[in-house]
């Protein structure tokens, strides 16, 4: 059939042709009726073909829609996580970093702590060469004052024997000879004193000074 209705034999045919039509004009309207069923299935099941078409296509792109904001969802969140290990790589970096900072301020602190105690020890070093320096330059002050007041007394000593008359030379000479010649000598020097200290009253007494 596919399709097509059938078209059913007119009552006025079957009269003039069949004169026994009672039974077969039962048939033939059970026919008619059968197509007449048919169709309505047929419509039936082109209608519900097109809507369950229509459904599937709703469908359909209804769940485009939702792949695509699915797949949408998807991809802010991949580049949330991307984000966050970006992050979490540059923290664990910072960490290390300072990790290695921490282990550097502690040598440098070690070091410095070092280098404190070694400029301590060398400060207590340098004072103690600072008071030896200081006793050395006054034991060299002293020294000095002591070489000027020999060399003081012994240029007077040597002008006194000079105005005396006795050759140093002579007395150098002498010195070994004795006894006689040690007390020639310190009689002589004694003398020679002796009269200093009367130039020295004779220049006071005059009003010049020595």
Known sequence: MNGQK???????YVKQTCP???PLR??????????????KLQGA?????????????????????TNKTEMRKVQVEIEN???????LEESIATNERAC??????DWYRKEALHLDEVLEQTRVKQKDLMDRLDESEQDREW???????????????????????VDMSS??????????????????????????????????EDGHPE
Do not use: H
Not at 6 to 12: A, G, Q, T
Not at 45 to 65: C, M, N, P, V, W
Not at 143 to 165: P, V, Y
């Open 20 to 22: 026994i039509t009672s």
């Open 81 to 87: 996580l991307s984000k966050d290990k970006t992050r």
């Open 26 to 39: 039962s048939f033939f309207r059970s026919i008619q009726l059968v197509t007449s069923e048919y169709s």
């Open 143 to 165: 020294m000095k004052g002591q070489l000027e007041k020999l060399t003081t007394q012994n240029w007077a000593l040597a002008k006194k024997l000079k105005e005396l008359g």
């Open 100 to 105: 290695q900072l921490e282990t550097e301020r």
């Open 171 to 204: 007395l150098c000479e002498e010195d070994g000879s004795g006894e006689d010649s040690d007390e020639q000598a310190s009689g002589k020097v004694g003398e020679a004193e002796d009269k200093d200290e009367q130039d020295k009253e004779t220049n006071n």
């Open 6 to 12: 059938l078209e059913l034999i007119p009552d006025r």
């Open 45 to 65: 099941i082109d209608d519900l073909g097109s809507a369950i078409g229509g459904t599937l296509g709703r469908q359909k792109e209804d769940l485009q829609r």
